[in-house]
């Protein structure tokens, strides 16, 4: 008997351009994608996320609270298995994230610890990196708990900061790595590949931490 498929809620305050490369991942793999996508969640109404989920026929919700009763609730009569966060400003209820320990995911656009935390989003994260003159950036994919981006690491990609990089142009370039990166995470999630021990320990990301290119993604530009 084949595994049933996951059923994955995606939340997104933004563009939702990370949501979108998680559809198009999963779509891509057809038959074999070990997901389907059962709802996207945004606390902003006009939340470019809400429109690309429209769009691909998935069922769209705006959420303006947090509440946890309200966000579980959506979450079980959806059936959800698996959440992933896609740029979601908002902090997930602890009530949720107990509910979906070791099945609940975030991307954040910088090599965590470092520029992480409260306040540490969008363009902040990358103004932050060049005004420290670091040379390397990167996304970071981990686990999530009740504080801001301080889950267990699942995969970082590295990414070069340019001398004439903006926030923008770096931003780019990191959100491009992101896209590779993060709805092949998810995917492997989903397909019980990458799991949190008890102990807080990540299995089954190698494949992902690699020096070698993610397998069938082209080379971070
Ligand atoms: C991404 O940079 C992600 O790392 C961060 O928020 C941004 C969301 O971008 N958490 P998008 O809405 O997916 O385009």
């Known amino acids: 008997m084949s595994t049933p498929r996951a ?59 947090s509440e946890s009763h309200t966000l579980a609730a959506l979450l079980e009569a959806q059936d959800v298995t698996h959440i992933a966060l896609a740029g979601y400003l908002r902090l997930i209820p602890a009530e949720v994230i107990t509910a979906f320990a070791g099945r609940i995911v975030n991307v954040h656009p910088s090599l965590l610890p470092a520029f992480g935390g409260p306040g540490m989003y969008g363009r902040h ?27 267990a690491i699942i995969a970082q990609r590295p990414v070069p900061v340019q001398a004439d990089d903006t926030p923008a142009t770096l931003a780019a370039r990191v959100l491009a790595a992101e896209h590779q990166l993060y709805p092949r995470i998810v995917a492997a999630l989903c397909a019980g590949r990458i799991t949190l021990a008890a102990d807080g320990t990540v299995r089954g990301a190698e494949e992902f931490t690699s020096e070698q290119a993610i397998p069938g993604a082209p080379p971070v530009p």
């Open 125 to 151: 994260v990358h103004e932050a990196v060049l005004r420290a003159g670091i040379r390397v950036s990167g996304p970071t994919v981990h686990f999530v708990d009740t504080r801001y981006d301080e889950g």
């Open 7 to 65: 059923r994955l809620a995606i939340l997104a305050s933004g563009g939702g351009s990370n949501l979108q490369s998680i559809l198009d991942h999963l779509r891509n793999l057809g038959t074999a994608s070990p997901a389907e996508v059962a709802v996207v969640i945004s606390d902003r109404f006009a939340a470019g996320a809400l429109d690309r989920a429209r769009a691909a026929g998935i069922l769209a919700v705006h959420l303006p609270t």
